[in-house]
């Protein structure tokens, strides 16, 4: 079965660009995706008609880039709000969340799901103010075919505290890119 994809961009064009090219690549591997841009206000309704029509074979992928606070997505998309229409996921479950506190979203996502059929990536700086990366990261590494960690776990951050090895990404769950490598 197809996976399927949600994809929802932030206002800012260089959010929809960066999802535009994600997306163009999930089309390319035979992925049924939807995209949208908020502030749309279907968004919330859109993931969960997706996720209530999912099915236990089939990998349901969903992905953010765009501004973000303690408490969710801009457009006021709460991570709570996210928690109740992901609730109907049936099979495994990818969340690349590439925003400002996206980490966040996994206390909510630890309610609901278990580590073995979920997977949740973000910018290893997302549990506060950060500048992305996830979706760069996934447009060059699931196209060879390569989870990120397999080429590199770390890089060197700089900071006024100094340099620092800081992890590519944050993860929670089972690596489950392959799911969306090219078949």
């Keep these: 079965m197809r996976p399927k994809c949600i994809l929802v961009a932030g206002s800012e064009r260089r959010f929809i660009k960066s999802l535009r090219q994600f997306e163009t690549y999930l089309c ?7 995209f949208y841009t908020l502030p749309d206000l279907n968004v919330l309704k859109a993931i969960s008609s997706a996720a209530r029509s999912s099915s236990r074979d089939q990998p349901f992928l969903l992905v953010y880039d765009g ?22 996921v049936k099979g495994e479950l990818l969340v690349l969340n590439d925003t400002c506190y996206g980490y966040r979203l996994l206390n909510y996502l630890k ?33 060879k075919g390569i989870i990120p960690e397999n080429v590199f776990s770390e890089h060197i951050y700089s900071s006024e ?3 620092r ?19």
């Design 28 to 34: 390319a591997i035979g992925c049924d995706v939807e």
């Design 67 to 88: 501004h973000g606070s303690p408490w969710g997505w801009e457009g006021n998309i709460s991570y709570l709000s996210l928690l109740w229409s992901l609730l109907k």
């Design 111 to 143: 309610l609901i799901r278990c580590s073995k059929n979920t997977c949740f990536i973000s910018p290893w700086d997302s549990d506060d103010v950060s500048y992305g990366g996830a979706i760069r990261d996934a447009l060059t590494y699931w196209p």
């Design 161 to 163: 505290k100094g340099d």
């Design 165 to 183: 090895e800081v992890p590519i990404q944050l993860r929670w769950g089972a690596a489950l890119e392959h799911r969306f490598f090219p078949a």
